[in-house]
Antibody, heavy 122, light 109 residues
Framework: QVQLVQSGAEVKKPGASAKVSCEAS????????INWVRQASGQGLEWLGW????????GSPQKFQGRVTISWNTSINTAYMELASLTSDDSAVYFC???????????????WGQGTKVTVAS | SYVLTQPPSVSVAPGKTATIPCGGD??????VHWYQQKPGRAPVLVMY???DRPSGIPERYSGSKSGNTATLTITRVAAGDEADFYC????????????FGGGTKLTVL
């Protein structure tokens, strides 16, 4: 079946970076975007960015530009999201989600990873 | 940047109908998706392209749009429907942003 499996929880110190992986299976990896979304405890969903593995393009909202790096390895159907210069405000559960069939921005997030908890603490 | 507005909470008695609104400027020109999230779980898509229901989602769930508001409607609400619900659109004019509403907590009384 179609699924996204994420890497395990991480604890980081302020100023460090966190890198989360998202392994896709059950579908053709390059045919869909991968999006990254985070959720702080008790808060709503916040979009961090996307990648289109077919056109090899990525994007993120201005708030995260320069701090978020989205990458991928097509040979192992895996996407990565790295967030740099961590502060306590970055403590959250980070999700990957499939979207953008053939790059369509209107396509919904139809499959989600299980989430990866990142805790930033000194 | 584009903003989607949802009420923080909606309460409904079992067996009644819940309506969850999502307001946004010119939302009629955008495709609206809805996600249900239960505590400790990843979100689940429950409505896409305004009013299409994914397989496995009960027919009690429906979506609509009118004016500047999209609405998720759940009829014959049961305890198992209690969750947070988020609307989402694609804003093509701002960094191809995917935008979420703030979320609505549905409480079944």
């Amino acid at each position: 079946q179609v699924q996204l499996v994420q890497s395990g929880a991480e604890v980081k110190k302020p100023g460090a970076s966190a890198k989360v992986s998202c392994e896709a299976s059950g579908y053709t990896f390059v045919n869909y975007d991968i999006n990254w979304v985070r959720q702080a405890s008790g808060q709503g969903l916040e979009w961090l960015g996307w990648l289109n593995p077919n056109t090899k393009t990525t994007g993120s909202p201005q708030k995260f530009q320069g701090r978020v790096t989205i990458s991928w390895n097509t040979s192992i159907n895996t996407a990565y999201m790295e967030l740099a210069s961590l502060t306590s405000d970055d403590s959250a559960v980070y999700f990957c989600a499939r979207g953008g069939f053939y790059g369509s921005g209107t396509y919904p997030f139809d499959v989600w990873g299980q989430g990866t908890k990142v805790t930033v603490a000194s | 940047s584009y903003v989607l507005t949802q009420p923080p909470s909606v309460s409904v008695a079992p067996g009644k109908t819940a309506t969850i609104p999502c307001g946004g400027d010119n939302i009629g020109s955008k495709s609206v998706h809805w996600y249900q999230q239960k505590p400790g779980r990843a979100p689940v898509l429950v409505m896409y392209y305004d009013s299409d229901r994914p397989s496995g989602i009960p027919e009690r769930y429906s979506g609509s749009k009118s004016g500047n508001t999209a609405t998720l409607t759940i009829t014959r609400v049961a305890a198992g429907d209690e969750a947070d619900f988020y609307c989402q659109v694609w804003d093509s004019s701002t960094d191809h942003a995917r935008v979420f509403g703030g979320g609505t907590k549905l409480t079944v009384l």
